[in-house]
């Protein structure tokens, strides 16, 4: 290959530039970005930068005297993708033209219809989501967050430990239900009632109110919680609008195989835009997590420079962590395909618990809470059994 073309300038993009030139390739490399910023860490964004405690050097990925001979084209967007050709277009009108392509363009924040154009509304995705509502946390006030998953959660965490008052609405009964399953979704959960933040379950969001800035968020049972700053924090989508018409099968996200590879040849998909198929679960699914965007580059990276010629192994197992009022959560495997959950070990109340899934008695997910020892033992036992 004399050229390989990186589409997404994020740790999925990074990772795959990096295993490139890790695995021997010698060729031009292009990374293609949106955002202005060489690549950055995302998780620090609802916790440590959003109260000030880490600074924006602080989240470059890329130590100093890293060279990848990389070609950097930042601040541009893909827009479109040939696929027999292997042209990716850009806004600019301009094009690369490749003999590989990584597409590596993540995903973005889902937000609510109708909020356009108000202000003290924000999704928290990029670095320059972090930075405007940093700056708006640091007024205080009264904050809302629409979604009780991670980053709502984080984000609640942060804005308490600042002094916000605030409250989380969740539409579920249970928020982290999908991720960690009914009986510990609520027990991590509980960390906000614990700690004086109000936690409002069940209850769809009907709207917001407010002239040109939010002043209130309307529940569908006709309830208004007072609100000078609003999160929305309802998911992500997968960054994949721009491969319309590229011929690439799509779903939720870009259908790749075991290693990465998409229906198109020369082209494999990584990160939070990238569908792999799970051996193990016999099915796709997207792995929207830091350690997932870090490690299957390298597999992706094999099959693209091997053409296909490497038979696939298995992906590991997802890992993911949290860190919420000063409680260390991590998370291995998959809860949804558990039968039982068992806490083997700490006590809910001392939010020490670790906690295993299984399914017809053999373990498929972990879950630590402060108890980052054992967790990282039963991690490695799934791995090895994975």
């Known amino acids: 290959m004399r050229t390989v073309a990186v589409v997404g300038a994020s740790l999925a993009g990074l990772s795959a530039a990096r295993s490139l030139r890790k695995q021997g390739y010698d060729g031009r490399l292009v990374v293609i970005g949106d955002e202005l910023h060489r690549p950055y860490d995302r998780p620090p964004l609802s916790k440590e930068f959003l109260s000030g405690s880490l600074a924006e050097a602080d989240l470059a990925l890329e130590p100093d005297g890293e060279d990848l001979r990389v070609q950097w084209l930042l601040g541009v967007r893909a827009v479109g993708l040939d696929g027999p050709q292997r042209a990716v277009r850009l806004a600019d009108g301009s094009e690369v033209r490749a003999d590989g392509v990584v597409i590596a363009t993540g995903a973005a924040a889902r937000t609510l219809p109708g909020t356009d154009g108000l202000t003290g509304v924000h999704t928290l995705r990029t670095l320059d989501d972090a930075r405007a509502l940093r700056d708006e946390l640091a007024l205080g006030g009264r904050l809302v967050v629409i979604g009780g998953g991670f980053i709502g959660a984080e984000v609640a965490s942060t804005a308490y430990a600042l002094g916000l008052d605030v409250t989380v609405v969740e539409a579920a009964p249970t928020p982290l239900a999908g991720p960690l399953g009914e009986t510990m979704g609520g027990i991590v959960s509980a960390l906000h009632t614990d700690h004086g933040v109000r936690l409002l379950c069940g209850v769809g969001v009907k709207g917001l109110s407010g002239r040109s800035r939010v002043d209130a968020v309307l529940l569908e049972d006709g309830r208004s919680i007072p609100a000078d700053i609003v999160v929305v924090g309802v998911g992500a989508r997968p960054c994949v609008e721009w491969l319309a018409g590229s011929g690439i099968a799509l779903a939720d996200g870009v259908t790749c195989g075991a290693d990465g590879r998409t229906s198109l040849a020369g082209v494999v998909a990584v990160g939070d835009c990238a569908s792999w198929y799970d051996p193990r679960a016999g099915l796709h699914r997207r792995v929207e997590h830091w350690t997932g965007a870090r490690e299957r580059p390298d597999a992706a990276v094999t099959a693209l420079l091997a053409g296909g010629a490497v038979e696939p192994g298995a992906p590991r197992p997802p890992y993911f962590w949290s860190d919420q009022y000063g409680v260390k959560i991590q998370f291995a ?46 991690r490695k036992q799934l791995a090895a059994a994975a």
């Not at 700490?346 to 053999?362: E, I, M, P």
Request: charged residues 20%; without cysteine.
């Open 333 to 378: 495997g998959h809860a949804a395909g558990a039968d039982s959950v068992t806490i083997e070990e700490g006590a809910r109340d001392d939010h020490n618990v670790l906690a295993v899934y299984r399914r017809s008695g053999h373990p498929v997910a972990v879950l630590g809470m402060n108890q980052p020892r054992l967790f990282t033992r039963w």
